[in-house]
Antibody, heavy 119, light 107 residues
Framework: QVQLVQSGAEVKKPGASVKVSCKAS????????IHWVRQAPGQGLEWMGI????????DYAQKFQGRVTVTRDTSTNTVYMELSSLRSDDTAVYYC????????????WGQGTLVTVSS | DIQMTQSPSTLSASIGDRVTISCRAS??????LAWYQQKPGKAPQLLIY???NLQGGVPSRFSGSGSETEFTLTISSLQPDDFVTYYC?????????FGQGTKLEIK
């Protein structure tokens, strides 16, 4: 069955970086784009970016341009999201989500990774 | 960016009620709209895609309609498990955007 398993919770200081992983299984990794979405405590969902697992090409929300980097490792079927220059308002649960194909809706989600930014 | 506006933000209803949640896009997204359900502490789950297509395994009491800029999610007969939060999302263009969410509460 399709699974997206994310890395565990992180606590970071302001100004630091965090790298969250999302390991895919149960399907052909290169057949589905992967998105990253975050959710601040008690807030709604916010799309961050997308990666094409075949080419590694990415697209990011303007809000995160210059601070976010999404990469993939096709040998381990894992996607990574790195967010730098962390601020307290980056405290959120970060989700990876599988695109049903290419540039469509999300049919499977990871369990989420809580990133807490605190001094 | 395409703005997605959901209404209401909170909806009080009773078990067995029929309810409708609205979602408006700031410009036409044709039918590139999905609806998700999110339970507390869990990742969202897909309910509806292409505005009106029910995802496999989702109960038939959920339905979606609309096109262009106006969309609705209808739950025909509320069950106890349905009192959670719902989000619409456009996937017409980047950045993908979500509505602010509708929390369904028991009256």
């Amino acid at each position: 069955q399709v699974q997206l398993v994310q890395s565990g919770a992180e606590v970071k200081k302001p100004g630091a970086s965090v790298k969250v992983s999302c390991k895919a299984s149960g399907y052909t990794f290169t057949s589905h784009y992967i998105h990253w979405v975050r959710q601040a405590p008690g807030q709604g969902l916010e799309w961050m970016g997308i990666i094409n697992p075949i080419t590694g090409s990415t697209d990011y929300a303007q809000k995160f341009q210059g601070r976010v980097t999404v990469t993939r490792d096709t040998s381990t079927n894992t996607v990574y999201m790195e967010l730098s220059s962390l601020r307290s308002d980056d405290t959120a649960v970060y989700y990876c989500a599988r695109d049903v194909g290419q540039d469509e809706y999300f049919d499977y989600w990871g369990q989420g990774t809580l990133v807490t930014v605190s001094s | 960016d395409i703005q997605m506006t959901q209404s209401p933000s909170t909806l009080s209803a009773s078990i067995g009620d029929r309810v409708t949640i609205s979602c408006r896009a700031s410009l036409s997204i044709r039918d590139w709209l999905a609806w998700y359900q999110q339970k507390p502490g869990k990742a969202p789950q897909l309910l509806i895609y292409r505005a009106s297509n029910l995802q496999g395994g989702v109960p038939s009491r959920f339905s979606g309609s609309g096109s262009e800029t106006e969309f609705t999610l209808t739950i025909s007969s509320l069950q106890p498990d349905d009192f959670v939060t719902y989000y619409c999302q456009q996937y017409q263009s980047y950045p993908y955007t979500f509505g602010q969410g509708t929390k369904l509460e028991i009256k």
